[in-house]
């Protein structure tokens, strides 16, 4: 992810993906029952681009060893964002079926959505701080580390 697909075409499908995104909460924002939301998935969207520059940095400056050492870490951040980003356009959807009187018989589904979608914001995307922490840290631990430091 890191290493081709948010640099490649000079970040075009990355910034694509910003924008989908964007849309998803500007919709988010006209509910009231998202708009908390909304502003949490923001917050952490702009994370993600200011990590991101962070290490597009690091690779143009240091190489590639560099730049790479925590993609792990990146790629479960994206995912963090991406999955909040699905929950929030479920959301959407949600709101507009309940505020246009969805049927009582559908109204627990609805609900059951609803919970989910405040659980993934309360329980993981909390996760992407550490993570952020993380990549913007300039500490090379996992590159300077040596092998012989463990053998006895």
Do not use: C
């Not at 290493?3 to 910034?15: D, E, I, S, W």
């Not at 959301?91 to 589904?109: E, I, P, S, T, Y």
């Amino acid at each position: 992810m890191l290493g081709r697909k948010v640099v490649m075409n000079n970040g075009q499908a990355f910034l694509h993906y910003i924008n989908e995104i964007e849309v998803t909460i500007a919709a988010a924002q006209q509910f009231n029952e998202l708009r908390g939301f909304a502003n949490d998935l923001n917050t952490t969207l702009t994370d993600l681009q200011n990590v991101t520059q962070h290490l597009i940095t690091i690779a143009q400056q240091q190489g590639p060893e560099i730049f790479l050492a925590d993609a792990t870490l990146y790629l479960e951040f994206f995912g963090i964002v991406t999955i909040a980003w699905q929950w929030l356009l479920q959301g959407v959807a949600v709101q507009r079926m309940l505020n246009n009187g969805a049927k009582k018989a559908v109204q627990n589904f609805y609900n059951g959505k609803m919970y989910t979608l405040r659980y993934f914001f309360g329980y993981e995307l909390p996760k992407t701080l550490g993570l952020a922490k993380r990549l913007l840290d300039d500490d090379r631990l996992t590159v300077e580390m040596q092998t012989d430091f463990f053998n006895d």
